[in-house]
């Protein structure tokens, strides 16, 4: 029993060496008696010893100071005869003494010894428990993470491999440990790939590869290695470590982001992204094609540079608004190129937010509309023009007639309607054929032009017939004048593919509001003096009046 565990205290120690001397006094006195004054030092051995034993040399040394002092002192106030008297007595003292020194330095050294072993036993049971439990630790640390851990020897053995590493291989420990060599695992083709590595890091030189694995189940996983040499003190490598990360996800992934990669940088769409502050992030290839911006050029500029300023800040305001409500606005805009064109797109905007629902990016796809806009300004065009001449058909003259009588109903102006119908068409088309009456009719369009103002209207309504509509002019001679002109251009002898075609032009001529107040109306007058001007012997002009419409048949 350890004296610092049985008597944790000096004073406890101390006392127990006095009751022990006690006793031994007592024992010699009495019940050894009989001895007399031989071996008076017969108790007190065994009272220092048990004292050194239990309170070392401190105590086995106090034990011998006060036996000394009672036999010296105290023992002839108990016995008739004392112990000391003669010089041998003294001598057999100082034996006493020094064997109870040595005595305490034999149980001093006997209890130092066992402090050692004892302590030296709990540093190995406590570094036992703290290498299992960070061994432990270790493990739970390797076991639990995504990738694969394990560790080779110089031989290509197997010497600890975590849970994901003997999953990947469908291995127990007790299958893979200090029994499998990695060319038994990985198999001839795949060991002949991967030998190269062992043998870089087996000379020292850590390893990183990207290498596809057959699993277990028999498909296929990507995977990045890494092979890192364990090197002694005496710089030997020993072996190496093995840490592989299970990329499959990540590879499926850089795939899917080549492939929108390469959809983003080949199609004829624009893409800008924009951070949440509107600033250009990053443009694909189109964006440079249709904008004739670069990337360096749009880049950190906001995408106002395309502002063309046909659209008002209300437009903007409510395109904000549904991107702001709906995370999404998809419409048609005109912008403007870097040289200045303008032009329309069809554009989508999207808004893609963080994980707290706050717009982080911006991503605008649009497409170029010109030609499209420009087929259906075509077809809106063919549809109130006409096909060959190009001048505005019946539809588009009746439009306009209307808003120019509303006009003329405000502000007082004048208004003259001109209904032109050609003289001998029939003849070129008959002996020249239709392709020259085609041509006469594109002709006689741009004659008739030649003699009209923008602000007039020259529409073909069919055949061979024109109506022209004068803008406010001056008086009825100046509306005369015009129509003699246009009579005498028309008369010019025209050559086509080398024929000569000639034609004359019959006019009528109504006068708003007095020969009629609606667009039918004054067509309808029109008409009735062209056909008074044929009667009256053609290439000629007639104004209605309204006896003319007796005599119409």
Same mark, same amino acid.
């Not at 060959?388 to 439009?399: F, G, I, S, V, W």
């Given at each position: 029993m350890d004296a610092e565990n049985f008597l944790p205290h000096t004073w406890q120690r101390y006392l127990v060496v006095v009751f022990l001397l006690a006793l031994a006094a007592a024992v010699r006195v009495w019940p050894l008696g009989i001895l007399g004054s031989s071996l008076a030092w017969l108790t007190f051995y065994p009272a220092v010893a048990v004292a050194a034993v239990i309170g070392g040399l401190s105590a086995g040394l106090v034990a011998t100071f006060l036996a000394c002092m009672t036999v010296t002192y105290m023992w002839p106030l108990l016995v008739a005869t004392p112990f000391i008297t003669a010089p041998a007595d003294w001598l057999a003292m100082t034996v006493f003494c020094m064997t109870c020194a040595l005595i305490s330095s034999v149980a001093e050294g006997r209890h130092r010894a066992n402090m050692r072993a004892r302590h030296a036993k709990e540093q190995a049971e406590t570094f036992a428990r703290t290498a299992a439990a960070r061994e432990r630790f270790i493990i739970s640390i390797t076991d639990a993470m995504p990738g694969m851990v394990g560790y080779w020897d110089s031989c290509l053995r197997c010497r600890f491999a975590n849970k994901r590493y003997l999953e990947w291989f469908g291995k127990l420990p007790e299958e893979l440990i200090d029994i499998v060599t990695l060319k038994e695992l990985l198999g001839e083709k795949l060991f002949a790939f991967n030998e190269p590595y062992i043998l870089g890091a087996l000379a020292g030189v850590s390893q990183h590869f990207e290498r596809p694995l057959t699993k277990v189940d028999g498909t296929i996983g990507y995977t990045w290695a890494n092979y890192i040499p364990d090197i002694d003190a005496t710089g030997i490598v020993t072996g190496f470590f093995v840490l592989i990360t299970d990329v499959t996800p990540l590879k499926e992934a850089e795939t899917e982001l080549k492939l929108a990669a390469s959809v983003y940088s080949s199609t004829d769409d624009g893409i800008t992204v924009t951070d949440a502050d509107g600033v250009i992030l990053t443009v694909n290839p189109a964006f440079t094609r249709i904008t004739g911006y670069t990337a360096e050029e749009a880049i950190g500029q906001k995408p106002s540079i395309l502002k063309s300023n046909r659209q008002d800040q209300a437009f903007y305001t409510a395109m904000w608004r549904d991107i702001a409500d709906n995370g999404r606005w998809e419409g048609e805009l005109w912008n403007r190129r870097k040289n200045g064109e303008v032009y329309p797109e069809r554009m989508t905007?999207?808004?893609?937010? +963080?994980?707290?629902?706050? &717009? /982080?990016?911006?991503?605008?796809?649009? #497409?170029? %509309?010109?030609?499209?806009? @420009?087929?259906?300004?075509?077809?809106?065009?063919?549809?109130?023009?006409?096909?060959?001449? +190009?001048?505005?058909?019946? &539809? /588009?003259?009746?439009?306009?007639?209307? #808003?120019? %009588?509303?006009?003329?109903? @405000?502000?007082?102006?004048?208004?003259?309607?001109?209904?032109?119908?050609?003289?001998?068409?029939?003849?070129?088309?008959?002996? /020249?054929?239709?392709?020259?009456?085609?041509?006469?009719?594109?002709?006689?369009?741009?004659?008739?032009?030649?003699?009209?103002?923008?602000?007039?209207?020259?529409?073909?309504?069919?055949?061979?017939?024109?109506?022209?509509?004068?803008?406010?002019?001056?008086?009825?001679?100046?509306?005369?004048?015009?129509?003699?002109?246009?009579?005498?251009?028309?008369?010019?002898?025209?050559?086509?593919?080398?024929?000569?075609?000639?034609?004359?032009?019959?006019?009528?001529?109504?006068?708003?509001?007095?020969d009629g107040s609606t667009p039918a109306d004054l067509i309808a007058s029109a008409d009735t003096a062209m056909y008074a001007a044929k009667t009256g012997g053609k290439n000629t002009y007639r104004f209605f009046d309204a006896t003319m419409a007796a005599q119409k048949p």
């Open positions: 905007i999207t808004v893609a937010r +963080d994980a707290a629902g706050e &717009a /982080l990016r911006y991503v605008a796809v649009f #497409r170029d %509309i010109t030609d499209l806009w @420009r087929k259906d300004e075509h077809i809106r065009h063919l549809a109130v023009h006409d096909a060959l001449t +190009d001048l505005p058909n019946r &539809a /588009l003259l009746m439009e306009r007639l209307g #808003r120019q %009588i509303a006009m003329c109903e @405000r502000e007082q102006r004048e208004l003259a309607v001109l209904f032109l119908d050609l003289d001998g068409f029939k003849a070129v088309n008959d002996t /020249l054929g239709h392709i020259v009456g085609d041509d006469v009719l594109k002709a006689v369009a741009q004659k008739i032009l030649a003699w009209t103002r923008q602000t007039d209207t020259v529409a073909r309504i069919g055949g061979d017939e024109f109506v022209i509509m004068l803008d406010n002019p001056e008086n009825r001679e100046m509306v005369a004048q015009i129509c003699s002109r246009i009579i005498a251009t028309v008369n010019e002898p025209m050559i086509f593919r080398g024929m000569t075609a000639q034609v004359g032009a019959s006019i009528g001529i109504a006068m708003f509001p007095g």
